[in-house]
């Protein structure tokens, strides 16, 4: 494990991650060529240049920010952190100036101290200058995120909740002959109170009466 305390970190060409690399939390960078990771990336800073993830990127300690000055692609695991709505404070977010390719992989969604999402809230896990192209594989959400999905956009990749319609059955089946409707018909008079004669009549009778009133 390797904890970055201060400072920025210079390389050239690849670094290769194998293990955890932690940004920690005071904003420390990273300038390299490209970072091919294929252990744990976490923490809170700056990464200068193109990063391939296949293993895993939890931004932040619990949550935080990871800014990519570079492209983004991952086909491996990224885990985000919910504690709020506030990006960064209360949720991981990244950040990339480039573009973010997700091909396939895995989204972990991990709820923090007991965090409950208003319904029809979204929150951008990753915002993207470029364009965002690619879904997860596999998203994996907690059992109090229960109806949210991940959003796919042009630019931001968007944890989003909302609230399942309710299911109206409408029959078609026409009521017997013989069924005691309510009906409301408006009298050819005015009626005194302003409102409509309320009468009960069969299925049978209401069409006989509307067929009646076509002649007339």
Do not use: H, W
């Not at 319609?165 to 008079?189: D, H, K, R, Y």
């Amino acid at each position: 494990i390797l904890i970055l305390a201060g400072g920025t970190l210079n390389v050239t060409g690849t670094l290769t991650n194998n293990g955890t690399l932690n940004l920690g939390t005071g904003g420390q960078s990273i300038t390299v060529g490209n970072f091919a990771n294929n252990g744990t990336l976490a923490g809170t800073g700056t990464i200068n240049g193109n990063i391939v993830n296949t293993g895993n990127v939890a931004p932040g300690n619990s949550p935080g920010t990871l800014n990519i000055v570079g492209n983004f692609t991952t086909s491996g695991t990224l885990t985000i952190e919910l504690a709020g709505a506030t990006p960064g404070t209360q949720f991981d977010r990244i950040n990339v100036s480039g573009n973010t390719t997700i091909n396939g992989g895995t989204l972990n969604v991990v709820q923090l101290n007991g965090f409950t999402s208003p319904a029809n809230a979204s929150y951008t896990f990753i915002n993207t200058q470029g364009t965002a192209t690619g879904k997860f594989a596999t998203v994996n959400m907690p059992a109090a995120f229960n109806g949210y999905s991940v959003s796919y956009g042009a630019k931001f990749t968007d944890i989003v909740g909302g609230i399942t319609p309710a299911t109206t059955t409408t029959s078609n089946t026409p009521p017997p002959s013989n069924s005691s409707l309510i009906v409301a018909t408006q009298s050819s008079a005015p009626d005194p109170d302003g409102g409509s004669d309320v009468k009960e009549i069969t299925a049978d009778e209401l069409k006989k009466e509307l067929q009646e009133r076509a002649c007339q």
